[in-house]
């Protein structure tokens, strides 16, 4: 959209009233879009208005429709549940309650509605929307309102943002909840696990869903379930039989424990309800082990929401009220959603039918159709969970042998890759070898054949179980290459980073520096330049790795064989993919630490707590983890900044703490300067501040790389060692000729990354055109545009020339089918 449309727009909201409210079910997140939705509303000079216990208090007006100013969201991010409350109303359900909340619209001059809820919620909305002329008439009839309100107030715009942690909503790709669902449900199955394996006990879990198995679905595939219950593919007839032959079976080769996990909505194929007290009856009559059933309930909508919800939240609710700005009278109610990582705008009752169709297609048994129908990215799911859960024989012996290494520093969701790429491997009857300690090791010779058992347990566990270093290629080529020739080596699996790791915060000390170290004297914040690592050199990981390798073929022949790099690294800074491996978990493990610092600071008040992120030169783990807490600044690399920014800044906090919200956190990317430094930047603020506001410093360090991985980081995991083991058993096979593999073209080394929608596959050669090597950067980077959200969240008057409105698109069969983001 053009910069003048877009200020145009702005200046509409002028006299534009808008009301916020949230329906149906809670969600994580629904708090995050409630204050998106204010402050853009405030922020184009709109009057909004917050309606409390949703439809209810439409109806019943009065103390529950209350004019909402900046402060109103403020600290509410972080918060599970709805802050203005959610009910189910019967009273909305009739033409006389409608009426009534059309009374109270007109009475507070509201012409525009947000609805966050699910899609009863939304339905509800639409038909509202369509009555609303018949529903003024009867109001001028009855006197309750006067001809010239009703001619004022003549059209109502809805727009909607679907909050339910089921996501079960036809044509987005995650609905508001969903994924801080997920964290509740892998929180308790790792716990299980670990009470499981004591005991060898079978635990069945039953998580919600209603009729949606998505939430069974993506957490059988992030916990690596023995069983799964999911109502739109319901096991065949005597399916009690094979799954005690398979529970029996995993036993048997020295697994101590059983998961299975039931939606609450599973079904026979005669669509007689499964119970998960069936399950367990079956399982100790059968086969006499020890099981028990835990019911999740309730517990997974509540909890805080994860950093993906609440940044998800927030741009959903900005995209509405930019919709609402560009709605017209002929303009369809539409529901803003995710699109790869987009917004976009969908036809909101176009999206209801196809969800509508999806059961429909259940209740008639056309289950194949229902998956299908849930979208591509839901029955990629399912198809990879059935090929991981349980080992099926390879149709034949492949002449193929396959390797796999972790490079550079560890990420979550490593193993997650490492398990499905071995597993997937064996399926295709490879040869699969694991190298422990990386390029290193396989210049060593550390490397050993694996089985499919070798690798159970690993999908939840963080950091790296074949291990890492920071070796480079080159520096050990021929005996890589030995080692290539002596275990037959025709394909190589690097699973690993780009960023060279090392300068601020490589390792957090107070004192002195280490012995050599080149910094004439200790600074406040000591030196971090760890034993044997310089500033500039550090962690060089997979992507350079595999360049090196590929540069080498011209002189060593046994290096012409098929590559591919999984990105994984915190600082999501590899090119040719969107995201990488264990950037979510380290925003989330960044995002936790930051809502306890802004807790600390709202108790001591007055105080601002700067705080200093990981990821070399690039910005999106400080962008994104400042959206998820709703900090007043971040300082990146990528967005250059001088003294008079700082001093704006310093201002900004100064004004904001003669209001009620007397605290503030800034956070500053690692290499987002070279002479504003953190410890700069704590000597700035604590002198321009001084006598309103003290400050504190933070260095959050290494704890971005620990932790358990996120449910999305595991099923990403999966899904990239899957999908880049397949791609490199094709390439395999157009490479093989007279019983050898050669490979000595371009796109035989690839990374996999996905882009927007799809997984491609880009090679090395050709990404290091578009490679800031200097910087360890992409030259292009999606995640900058979410720096304007972050500004204007944070109260920052702004311009709008650079937002980009997300499109209207249409929920048809055919869009269903299009490959989805993870």
Request: aromatic fraction near 6%; charged fraction near 20%.
């Amino acid at each position: 959209m053009a910069a003048a449309e877009l200020e145009r727009l702005r200046m509409a909201g002028a006299g534009m009233a808008i009301a916020v409210l949230t329906s149906g079910g809670d969600a994580q997140g629904m708090n995050a879009a409630v204050r998106a939705v204010t402050r853009m509303g405030i922020y184009v000079g709109a009057k909004v208005f917050l309606v409390y216990e949703g439809y209810e208090g439409l109806v019943e007006g009065g103390h529950n429709i209350k004019q909402a100013n900046w402060l109103s969201v403020s600290n509410i991010i972080q918060l599970g549940g709805t802050v203005i409350g959610s009910a189910r109303c019967k009273a909305f359900t009739t033409r006389a309650g409608r009426l009534r909340a059309a009374r109270n619209l007109v009475e507070h001059g509201v012409t525009n509605l947000c609805v966050i809820g699910g899609d009863g919620s939304l339905t509800g909305a639409d038909i509202f929307r369509s009555e609303w002329g018949g529903l003024l008439e009867e109001l001028v009839q009855d006197g309750q309102i006067s001809e010239e309100a009703a001619q004022e107030y003549s059209h109502l715009n809805i727009v909607g943002l679907v909050g339910s942690i089921d996501n079960d909503f036809c044509g987005t790709d995650m609905t508001i909840g969903t994924d801080s669902a997920l964290h509740r449900i892998m929180e308790v199955v790792d716990a299980i696990t670990t009470t499981a394996q004591s005991h060898q006990r079978t635990f069945v879990l039953e998580v919600m869903g209603r009729h949606c198995g998505y939430l069974a679905l993506v957490s059988g595939l992030a916990s690596g379930a023995d069983w799964l219950f999911i109502p739109e593919s319901p096991p065949e007839d005597g399916w009690e039989d094979l799954m005690c032959e398979r529970l029996g079976e995993s036993r048997s080769r020295g697994s101590r424990l059983n998961i299975i996990i039931i939606a609450e909505g599973a079904i026979d194929r005669t669509g007689k309800p499964i119970s998960s007290n069936y399950v367990k009856d079956l399982v100790v009559q059968r086969l006499g082990f020890d099981t028990r059933v835990t019911v999740l309930g309730h517990v997974q909508r509540g909890g805080t929401p994860s950093a993906f919800d609440r940044v998800l939240s927030s741009k959903m609710g900005m995209e509405a009220v930019m919709a609402l700005l560009e709605a017209t009278p002929d303009t369809p109610a539409c529901v803003v959603s995710l699109s790869g990582n987009q917004s976009v705008r969908l036809p909101l009752m176009e999206c209801v039918q196809v969800t509508k169709d999806v059961q429909k297609a259940m209740d008639e048994k056309r289950f194949e159709e229902a998956i299908q129908l849930r979208g591509r990215s839901f029955e990629n799911n399912w198809n990879i969970y059935k090929l991981l859960a349980h080992q099926k024989p390879a149709q034949e012996k492949s002449p193929f042998s396959m390797a796999i290494l972790n490079v550079g520093a560890p990420a979550a969701g490593m193993n997650a890759a490492v398990r499905s790429a071995v597993r997937i491997g064996i399926c295709q009857g490879h040869t699969i070898y694991v190298v422990s300690d990386g390029f290193e090791g396989l210049a060593k010779g550390q490397i050993r054949e694996v089985g499919w058992h070798d690798v159970a347990g690993w999908l939840g566990r963080g950091g790296s179980m074949l291990g890492t270093k920071r070796t480079l290629p080159k520096t050990c080529m021929e005996k890589i290459v030995e080692n290539v020739r002596q275990f037959n080596i025709q394909a190589l699996l690097v699973i690993g980073g780009f960023e060279v790791r090392g300068g601020p915060s490589a390792l957090f000390q107070w004192g002195g520096g280490r012995a050599g170290c080149p910094h004439p004297r200790p600074s406040l914040l000591g030196c971090r330049c760890g034993p044997g690592v310089s500033p500039a050199l550090g962690c060089l990981q997979a992507y350079e790795g595999v360049l090196q390798l590929v540069e080498a073929r011209g002189q060593y022949e046994e290096l012409c064989i098929v590559m591919c790099v999984i990105p994984a690294t915190i600082s999501n800074n590899v090119p040719g993919t969107d995201f990488s491996l264990g950037s979510d978990t380290a925003v989330n493990a960044a995002m936790e630490s930051c809502d306890r610092i802004k807790q600390s600071a709202s108790g001591t008040k007055r105080r601002v707590f700067i705080v200093e992120t990981m990821g070399g030169y690039c910005g999106y783990l400080s962008t994104v983890t400042g959206i998820a807490v709703g900090a007043d600044a971040a300082y990146v690399y990528e967005d250059p900044f001088t003294i008079h920014d700082l001093k704006a800044n310093v201002e900004h906090l100064t004004d904001k703490m003669k209001t009620d919200i007397q605290r503030g956190l800034v956070l500053r990317n690692e290499k987002c300067h070279e002479h504003y430094t953190t410890e700069f930047l704590y000597n700035l603020y604590s002198s321009e501040g001084k006598g309103i506001f003290d400050c504190r410093i933070n260095v959050l360090g290494h704890l971005q790389q620990g932790g358990a991985p996120t449910p999305f980081d595991r099923n990403y995991g999966t899904k990239l060692g899957v999908k880049a083991v397949l791609w490199m058993s094709e390439k395999l096979q157009e490479v093989y000729s007279e019983g050898r593999v050669f490979a000595d073209s371009e796109d035989s080394a690839c990374v996999i990354g996905l882009r927007k929608k799809v997984v491609a596959f880009s090679p090395v050669t050709e990404l290091k055109k578009v490679t800031d090597f200097e910087h360890r950067l992409p030259q292009e980077q999606w995640w900058l545009n979410l720096r304007l959200m972050l500004k204007m969240l944070a109260n920052y008057q702004i311009s709008l020339t650079e937002y980009i409105s997300g499109k209207m698109e249409h929920v048809t069969r055919r869009t269903l089918s299009i490959e989805k983001g993870f």
